[in-house]
């Protein structure tokens, strides 16, 4: 019987993607492309071209978006700061403006997301095709695990236990969490009892990958989304579960992998870990960054800029065993802490815009249903304080943080039709 059922599912997923129109295909593209390097970049371009040309023919965005103008205008109002910001309000405008041209190519995609995405076929093809994605690279990342390289014969990176997609990647650790919000949702949008089944494994095998890893930030930021989500969902039971999963393949793991064990145990005293205790040392240097460009902030990309001359202003008598001598002439790509990030990219006042159209986010598409909150995981593991990253302001964390927003608007858009 359930052989018969999902040959009938298999029938009825050809049917659905003969109504998928260029915009759809050029959104798997986004998701496809963000395992392969920076090609997710002209990815995203395309949908945004592709979006703009589609609103020119049809003349019906204002009435597709009717009920999200208020969000819209807001995400508009906050892409015209970061203009303004660039061109006039920061001193390197080249690494600020490269930075920024690519926040609003991302928010032109969320836009396009809103505008697009509207019926439940829409999502399972999303689903389904974000479910092969992730198992493809699930398997190349589990192989490369036990043989040391990829499938293409490249190395892992020199961080060892890291895993890589491809050559010169990040690790997976954080590239993977960003579909934890959708795989976890999935499950509910399918009917067929076994491809839920699979739904599941395909979730759980995302985390033990995200542990094999050996990136503390990511688990950080996942363990910490789930308790935000368990707090606010009625799945409380079904959230304690995975919970209990997670953290028990992880104990497992972490006492079964000396290499591991090392960096996770790290967590538990930070200072006695050189990549933890840094920390402080780029956290002090960057509340001196914020305290003297208050108002309008330096501009997303541009932290190690300042880095090394707001070292030297600090009074590190107060703070010596948080002084690191390496620091005080290097500079890091970031300050390892997204509200400290946000603030001094973008100032008070595009902090004040960034909190407004984040509010509205919330209340016209998370908390709308409980799958909506289901499906935020991925938008609560980018944005968590507990994530040491560049949620909005810079490089992939930016692309991943606006991406899930994506998951969100498609899941919140389709249970209107469910």
């Given at each position: 019987m359930n052989t018969l059922t999902l040959t009938m599912d298999l029938k009825r997923l050809k049917s659905f993607f003969k109504e998928v129109d260029l915009l759809d295909y050029f959104f798997y593209l986004v998701i496809l492309t963000f395992y392969i390097g920076k090609a997710f970049k002209p990815a995203v371009f395309l949908v945004d071209i592709v979006f703009l040309i589609e609103v020119y023919k049809r003349k019906d965005f204002w009435q597709r978006v009717d009920k999200f103008k208020a969000l819209i205008w807001a995400l508009f109002l906050f892409a015209s700061y970061l203009i303004v910001q660039g061109l006039f309000l920061v001193d390197y405008r080249n690494e600020v403006l490269r930075s920024t041209f690519e926040e609003i190519m991302y928010i032109i995609m969320v836009i396009a997301a809103i505008y697009h995405f509207r019926t439940i076929e829409q999502l399972r093809r999303m689903i389904y095709v974000t479910w092969f994605i992730v198992t493809l690279v699930l398997l190349d990342a589990i192989y490369q695990y036990f043989s040391g390289h990829d499938l293409f014969g490249n190395p892992l990176t020199s961080y060892g236990h890291r895993l890589t997609a491809w050559k010169d990647k990040s690790s997976l650790g954080?590239?993977?969490?960003?579909?934890?919000?959708?795989?976890?949702?999935?499950?509910?949008?399918?009917?067929?009892?076994?491809?839920k089944t699979l739904g599941?494994?395909?979730?759980?095998?995302?985390?033990?990958?995200?542990?094999l890893?050996?990136?503390?930030?990511?688990?950080?930021a996942l363990f910490s989304a789930l308790i935000f989500l368990m707090i606010i969902t009625k799945y409380r039971k079904i959230i304690l579960t995975v919970l209990a999963v997670f953290i028990s393949v992880f104990l497992i793991v972490m006492n079964t992998n000396p290499a591991l064990s090392v960096k996770y145990k790290a967590l538990l005293n930070p200072t006695s870990n050189s990549a933890t205790a840094n920390r402080y040392h780029i956290i002090l240097v960057a509340l001196q960054i914020i305290k003297d460009h208050p108002v309008f902030g330096v501009g997303p990309g541009a932290y190690n800029k300042y880095h090394i001359a707001a070292s030297h202003k600090i009074d590190w008598k107060k703070y010596k065993k948080y002084q690191v001598k390496y620091y005080m002439n290097h500079s890091p790509t970031h300050t390892h802490s997204v509200l400290l990030d946000i603030i001094l990219s973008y100032g008070i006042v595009g902090f004040g815009l960034l909190l407004y159209w984040i509010y509205l986010f919330f209340k016209q598409f998370i908390l709308q249903s409980e799958f909506s909150k289901l499906a935020a995981l991925s938008f609560f593991y980018c944005i968590t304080p507990l994530a040491f990253s560049k949620a909005f302001t810079n490089d992939v964390w930016q692309y991943m943080t606006y991406l899930s927003m994506?998951?969100?608007i498609a899941v919140a858009k389709a249970k209107e039709s469910y």
């Open positions: 954080p590239m993977l969490g960003v579909f934890s919000g959708i795989l976890l949702v999935a499950p509910f949008f399918v009917e067929n009892r076994v491809l599941w494994i395909i979730a759980i095998l995302l985390f033990i990958v995200i542990v890893a050996g990136n503390r930030s990511p688990l950080l994506v998951f969100v």
